[in-house]
């Protein structure tokens, strides 16, 4: 079976921490993505990576960094946290050559206050 | 822009009935449109569609998709409480990332 898996569950953070949200695929995936999901508003892109060192920026990549040191690790970066970034976080990856579906962990909670 | 749009937004129905999901899309270089399940954690993937007019089923859920007027539906029957859930739909593009709706949240009463 394929696994992703997401660092915590639940994150409560301060307004202006630095943030690390990690994600580990064991699939050897080339594509991996990062989520929000906001009540109404679905889920959106923040960043898109489709190999390692390599990056996309998706629809919100404000506020927002990520890094791709190897292949089966993505990382999402709030460099300065803010209210506004309290949000379900969504890791997914899959195959980018063939007509998959994206693979999803289980979500971080990460709330800002 | 890429978009894909889902309606209902919500929808509460009563067990045994019959449900309609819609989704609409505009993709560039579209690949596939796909169906997933969202309870209270990760969404669970249901379907994968490439070819208008052919349906993919399993159990009670079924879906198709139509590529000359860019929708797809996805239909549930019998209707359980454990249907409830939000139902999203996706579209693969070109470089293979995957444009979400909104999500139809749907309820099931007993």
């Known amino acids: 079976d394929v696994k992703v898996t997401q660092s915590s569950r639940y994150l409560v953070k301060r307004t202006g921490e630095k943030v690390f949200l990690e994600c580990v695929q064991d699939?050897?995936?080339?594509?991996m993505f990062w989520y929000r999901q906001d009540p109404g508003l679905g889920l959106r892109l923040i960043y898109f990576?489709?190999?390692?060192?390599?990056?996309e920026k998706g629809d919100i990549p404000e506020g927002y960094s990520v890094s791709r040191e190897k292949k089966e690790r993505f990382s999402l970066i709030l460099e300065s946290a803010s209210t506004n970034q309290t949000s379900m976080y969504l890791c997914?990856?899959?195959?980018?050559?063939?007509?998959?579906?994206?693979?999803f962990g289980q979500g971080t909670r990460l709330t800002v206050v | 822009e890429d978009k894909v749009v889902q309606s209902p937004l919500s929808l509460v129905v009563h067990e045994g009935d019959t449900v309609t999901l819609n989704c609409s899309y505009e993709?560039?270089?579209?690949?596939?449109l796909l169906w997933y399940k969202q309870e209270k954690k990760a969404p669970t993937f249901l379907f994968m569609l490439?070819?208008?007019?052919i349906e993919k089923k399993s159990g009670r859920l079924s879906s198709i998709l139509d590529k000359k007027e860019l929708f797809s539906i996805l239909n549930i029957t019998a209707t359980q409480t454990g249907d409830s859930a939000v139902y999203l739909c996706a579209s693969s593009s070109g470089t293979y990332k995957y444009i979400f709706g909104t999500g139809t949240r749907l309820k099931v009463l007993a």
């Open positions: 997914a990856s899959s195959y980018p050559d063939k007509n998959t579906e994206a693979f």
């Open positions: 699939m050897d995936h080339e594509n």
């Open positions: 990576s489709y190999d390692v060192k390599m990056k």
């Open positions: 490439t070819s208008s007019g």
């Open positions: 993709v560039t270089n579209f690949r596939s």
